[in-house]
């Protein structure tokens, strides 16, 4: 496990979206596991500025949302369909029959699922995971108490989630009021599948669900905290997320010394 505490959130999105552009260079049909919420906002940003600059080629690229909401239709504005339409997918040249999204539409939800991990195996395994996490530790739309070996399913949300959802709510006007309380999501199963796991947390509310996913045990109450069994996982913070971490001058050291065997050759 990695971890990267940044003075500013753009300095951590900078490096992790050219991390993502790096790799994109490297394997053009690139396998990206997405996420939705304000955390990736500024990745994908980046992502669609490098596409209209720098021609950065998205056709070969193949996505996996990790969640969506159970009941809206999928242009409704609240769905993440929408969400991913409007923040990458609208601005660069992805092919509209490489991205994909849990099921939400009936009937065989549970088959649909299945489908749905198949479908990631067919593509060869999801190459790079974009993660966010909730104040409760949610990774995806696995909430406490989700297994640790949960795969693709359709989950209740807590209370906290269904709040914090309700703050998107609150910028539309009252026709598209949306509180979907259930949603389709990957499991933590799946998303430690992925080969490499990317996760963003800015800002003192997320502080005690980075710290548990980092340093406290793991639990499936703090789901974040799977991924202290990933071996390819960094953490991408801010100096508020970042707030009640105790091991903080030893994480910077240890990327102060990878940062030195880079430059020497040695990694
Ligand atoms: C959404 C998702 C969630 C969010 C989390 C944080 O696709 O995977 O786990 O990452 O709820 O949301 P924000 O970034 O809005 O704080």
Redesign the pocket.
């Given at each position: 496990m990695q971890v990267i505490v940044c003075d500013q959130p753009d300095e951590a999105t900078e490096l992790a979206a050219n991390e993502i552009l790096a790799a994109l260079e490297k394997k053009p049909d690139l396998v990206l596991g997405l996420?939705?919420?304000?955390?990736?906002i500024g990745i994908y940003s980046r992502l669609v500025r490098a596409h209209q600059e720098d021609k950065v080629d998205f056709s070969r690229v193949r996505t996996f949302?990790?969640?969506e909401f159970v009941g809206p239709p999928s242009d409704h504005p609240r769905s993440?369909r929408s969400f991913m339409r409007k923040h990458l997918f609208d601005g660069v040249n992805v092919n509209e029959g490489n991205i994909h999204f849990p099921p939400v539409e009936g009937p065989a939800l549970r088959d649909k699922c299945r489908d749905f991990e198949a479908t990631i195996r067919d593509a060869g395994g999801i190459d790079i995971q974009i993660?966010?996490?909730?104040r409760n530790g949610?990774?995806?739309?696995n909430e406490p108490t989700s297994s640790l070996a949960s795969r693709t399913r359709i989950k209740t949300l807590t209370e906290k989630?269904l709040l914090?959802n309700s703050r998107f709510d609150r910028e539309k006007d009252s026709t598209q009021k949306l509180a979907p309380t259930l949603a389709a999501t990957a499991g933590i199963g799946t998303i430690l599948d992925a080969r490499r796991i990317m996760l963003q947390a800015f800002g003192r509310a997320?502080a005690e669900a980075v710290r548990v996913s980092i340093e406290g045990p793991i639990s499936s109450f703090w789901p974040g905290s799977a991924l202290q069994l990933h071996d390819d996982v960094t953490f991408y913070l801010d100096l508020e997320s970042s707030a009640l971490l105790t091991m903080v001058d030893y994480y910077r050291q240890v990327r102060k010394n990878a940062q030195e065997l880079e430059e020497r050759g040695l990694m």
């Open positions: 996420a939705t919420g304000s955390t990736p949302n990790l969640d993440y993660l966010g996490i909730g949610h990774i995806g739309f989630t914090d997320k």
